[in-house]
């Protein structure tokens, strides 16, 4: 385990981080400074004026030659003519501050390292080349030395030094100093909770807006406390946001778990990028370190006035090149796993990068992001503003775009079931669970919901005037018909849609009403479109229609016990019906009252071709029993009166089934004795 700030590593004394030259120097009690002027307090007057920036320092030649290559080289490799009394250090990093140190050092005054200003000091000293070839334990050998056994092996450190690098580019990241933090950083945060002993800044307490890191009340864990898994959330979103990129670059690569990384990025969005995440709405960690789950109360409140206030001609040019450059880098590290991070998140990120116009391909990526999980979006972090002057309100093109992305993601899963099981049963400490394979086995009804969302889209936007009737069409017709078991959404944004839009002629609102399916309205719909004049006259037609037809087959069905269901369930149908008719207009009156005529006039025909079905049956029956009395031949006129009579009969029958055998019987010795009769009258 790491030590403690307060501990000495690996039994090596450095002084408490004193630094001092072992070889002895000038005399002197020190600096004074003056003004902008820093004096070196001793009998001997200076000799050489270091020049940075505003600030000036009297020091003498010697000690700085006998340390310093580069005031080597720049006293010694002047022209022997002139005398070189005054040397300009002005792109020395780390400024004044670390030159003093690093004067100081070479005058043998003890100097106080500190996390602060280590990070400065060493790269000054690279600067100067206070190399082991002038002195043995020069300032590089020994800030090197600190940085290695004193600042590495503390977490506090580690954030520290690695804060004081945002101004020390390029030389922190030659010296490989942002490296080496970052991966200590990495090591410490992968870390399990159980065994932390440092101390570590934690969450600011709720009531406060936007602490400062350096103004937080650390905490040291003792052995009872239980750390939580997001214990070190606080400390490193206060870097600057690429050393942040490489603070989680190298987390990933220890294997940290993905919803711990997605939840660090939501929670330094939320304190880098105003605007894009209210305050509070950041998911909380419970005990295991799975990320909680955020109503969509809590998330949006009422922010479509939040939605459409953002501007980007609101910001300083300043500010909005460095939100790009937050924008894009968090964009890049979202972990590629599905519920990383919310949708809502995602969503307000896009919202985010088109107002800043962030790069295309990484505007692509974020809405195959937003496509995977689209069906946990709300209606308010889907309200995305169209940035493009002369256009809609919101970005409809987006949200066709994401409802593609969408379609695509659901057929891939459906062709691979398995593609996005967890491959690994590695956790990186105890309560870890996989959250995301488990939502999608629990995810069946996404198009359902998606599709619930599309249609209260659809009619948020159908009040834009600007809406072309196309735009509406294509994005009411992107999801399939299997994914809406009833077509009332669509049917109130058709009507919203009508209603912003009264200019359109009568082929552009029969073209519209196609995209709903009037048989999977409901009673309260249906009742709503029929005294809609809005409606073509077509569409009412048809949604009575259609509904008069579910009566009918309801009650024509021939079960007893579907004929008591329909008594009791369609009978409120049939009376708001008629309630309904006698609220209608009367155009729409006279074409239910035709439709209806029609219905009559097939019933009526159909009764009649059940009457002379059992009026042929009855004779069918009669004939039968005729037949069975004449079986045996009897030579009494009564029976052939009998005879005769059913012989009628059965000629009458043969017209109707001439397939049968008997009958084509019969029928042949029919013709032949009516041949035979004919012949004997011509002989006569």
């Not at 590089?140 to 580019?169: G, H, M, N, P, Q």
């Not at 010296?175 to 990495?186: D, G, K």
């Not at 936007?210 to 206060?238: G, H």
């Not at 004449?630 to 012989?647: F, I, Y």
Request: hydrophobic share 35%; proline share 4%.
């Amino acid at each position: 385990m790491w030590d403690s700030e307060s501990e000495s590593v690996g039994g090596r004394d450095y002084d408490n981080g004193v630094l001092s030259s072992s070889k002895p120097g000038l005399q002197t009690d020190g600096f004074e400074q003056r003004g902008k002027s820093w004096f070196v307090s001793t009998d001997i007057p200076s000799d050489l004026v270091v020049q940075i920036g505003d600030v000036s320092f009297h020091i003498h030649k010697y000690p700085l030659l006998s340390r310093s290559g580069k005031m080597n080289r720049a006293i010694y490799e002047s022209p022997r003519d002139t005398e070189v009394n005054k040397v300009a250090l002005d792109d020395l990093p780390g400024g004044p501050e670390s030159f003093e140190l690093a004067a100081k050092f070479c005058y043998g005054i003890a100097v106080d390292l500190t996390a602060a200003n280590i990070s400065g000091l060493r790269c000054a000293a690279e600067y100067l080349e206070m190399t082991e070839d002038l002195e043995e334990g020069n300032l590089i050998f020994k800030t090197e030395a600190f940085l290695s056994y004193v600042v590495l092996s503390s977490w506090r450190d580690s954030i520290v030094v690695l804060k004081s690098c945002e101004t020390l580019s390029p030389w922190s990241e030659n010296l490989q100093i942002v490296r080496r933090c970052s991966e200590s950083i990495a090591w410490k945060a992968c870390a399990n909770p159980k065994g932390i002993r440092w101390q570590y800044t934690g969450k600011p307490p709720r009531s406060s807006s936007s602490p400062k890191w350096n103004e937080m009340k650390d905490s040291s864990p003792s052995r009872n406390t239980q750390v939580p898994p997001d214990w070190w959330f606080e400390d490193v979103t206060i870097l600057r946001i690429d050393h942040f990129v490489r603070v989680i670059t190298a987390i990933k690569v220890k294997g940290m778990r993905y919803e711990l990384i997605g939840a660090v990025i939501t929670h330094y969005a939320a304190k880098w990028l105003p605007g894009l995440i209210k305050e509070g709405a950041t998911a909380p960690l419970d005990e295991g370190g799975n990320v909680s789950n955020i109503s969509s109360s809590s998330s949006w409140n009422g922010g479509l006035h939040m939605i459409l206030s953002g501007n980007k001609d609101d910001l300083p040019p300043v500010q909005v090149k460095d939100q790009r450059m937050i924008v894009e880098s968090l964009i890049s590290i979202i972990p590629p796993q599905r519920d990383s991070v919310s949708c809502s998140f995602l969503l307000r990120l896009l919202r985010m990068a088109n107002m800043l116009r962030v790069a295309p391909a990484l505007v692509t990526e974020l809405e195959k992001r937003v496509g995977m999980q689209l069906e946990q979006a709300t209606l308010g972090d889907l309200l995305i503003p169209c940035y493009n002057k002369n256009e809609t309100t919101y970005d409809v093109d987006l949200v066709q775009r994401l409802l593609e992305h969408f379609l695509v993601q659901e057929l891939s899963e459906n062709l691979s079931p398995s593609r996005h099981s967890s491959s690994s049963d590695s956790k990186m400490y105890d309560g870890g669970s996989h959250r995301a394979a488990a939502n999608n086995n629990n995810n069946p009804n996404a198009k359902m919901r998606v599709a619930r969302l599309v249609d209260s889209y659809l009619t948020e936007v159908s009040r834009d005037r600007n809406l072309s009737l196309t735009k509406f069409q294509v994005l009411a017709e992107a999801l399939p018909e299997s994914a809406r078991s009833c077509d009332d959404g669509l049917y109130r944004a058709v009507d919203s849609y009508l209603k912003a839009h009264p200019t359109l002629t009568e082929h552009e609102r029969k073209r519209l009403c196609r995209v709903m399916d009037c048989q999977k309205l409901s009673i309260d719909a249906c009742m709503h479109a029929a005294q809609n004049e809005r409606l073509p006259l077509r569409v009412v037609v048809q949604v009575l229609f259609s509904e008069q037809v579910k009566i009918s087959n309801a009650l024509a069905t021939g079960s007893l016990k579907e004929a008591v269901e329909s008594q009791f369930h369609h009978q409120p149908i049939v009376a708001s019906r008629k309630t309904l008719l006698e609220g209608t207009p009367q155009s729409f009156q006279e074409g239910w009252a035709s439709a209806k005529k029609d219905i009559n006039t097939l019933k009526f025909e159909l009764e009649s071709v059940k009457a002379k079905y059992l009026e042929l049956q009855n004779d069918m029956e009669t004939l039968q029993r005729e037949f069975n009395k004449v079986s045996k031949p009897k030579q009494t006129s009564s029976s052939s009166s009998a005879w005769a009579t059913g012989w009628k009969k059965l000629s009458k029958l043969t017209k109707m089934a001439e397939n049968s055998d008997g009958g084509s019987h019969v029928a042949n010795v029919d013709q032949n004795k009516k041949a035979t009769r004919r012949w004997r009258n011509s002989i006569s």
